[in-house]
């Protein structure tokens, strides 16, 4: 067993982000713009005192709970998974990924971890409502979300500039009485 596993599947464990994980491959991924083809990460140089600062504030930080995705097999780093902007009066969060290890990719990893998160979302922090949001050319996250029984509600036109034009964000909403494990 992997020291600090919060959340554990059959390949992935979601644990708290350390500092120790900036000195990895997560300074990189904010840097590599393949990785951050689809997000708002990239535009600026992710700096490692930034880094510091961001996972130094997150502890204590009930609006937010983000996760280290490790690869089970490989002890490795290889994203990371959040909810964030919980509202606990509302019961509602969003949930918002960074797949930055490419060999992951297309393995199935998200969707593992999403079910491990989704799934504590809904039955330890009694949420009602967990939403994301994806620019309309993120066929994959779109997907992923569909998949997770996610439900599309709506559409902000021309809500990002990305990659040199402006793209909708298309949302998706589930609600915790519509959540299965699949």
């Known amino acids: 067993m992997i020291e600090g596993i919060f959340l554990s599947g059959a390949h992935v464990g979601l644990r708290k982000l350390r500092i120790s994980d900036i000195e990895g491959g997560y300074g990189s991924w904010l840097n590599d713009l393949e990785v951050c083809r689809y997000n708002s ?3 600026f140089p992710a700096a490692e005192e930034q880094l510091r600062k961001y996972v130094e504030g997150l502890d204590g ?6 996760m ?5 097999e490989d002890q490795k780093h290889i994203g990371n998974i959040s909810l964030q902007n919980i509202n606990y009066i509302d019961r509602s969060a969003e949930i918002a990924y960074l797949l ?8 199935g990893r998200a969707a593992e971890a999403s079910r491990l998160l989704i799934s504590h979302g809904f039955e330890r922090l009694n949420l009602q409502r967990i939403y994301c949001g994806t620019s309309d050319d993120n066929i994959r996250m779109q997907h992923l979300a569909e998949r997770l ?3 599309q509600e709506g559409r902000r036109r021309r ?4 990659n040199g034009k402006y793209h909708d964000i298309i949302e998706y909403g589930l ?3 519509e959540w299965r494990v699949v």
């Open 41 to 43: 990460h990239g535009r």
């Open 61 to 66: 930080r009930a609006a937010d709970l983000v």
């Open 68 to 72: 280290a995705m490790i690869d089970l």
């Open 100 to 107: 930055g290890e490419k060999d992951y990719w297309g393995k």
């Open 149 to 151: 029984g996610f439900v």
């Open 159 to 162: 809500a990002v500039y990305n």
């Open 175 to 177: 609600l915790k009485s």
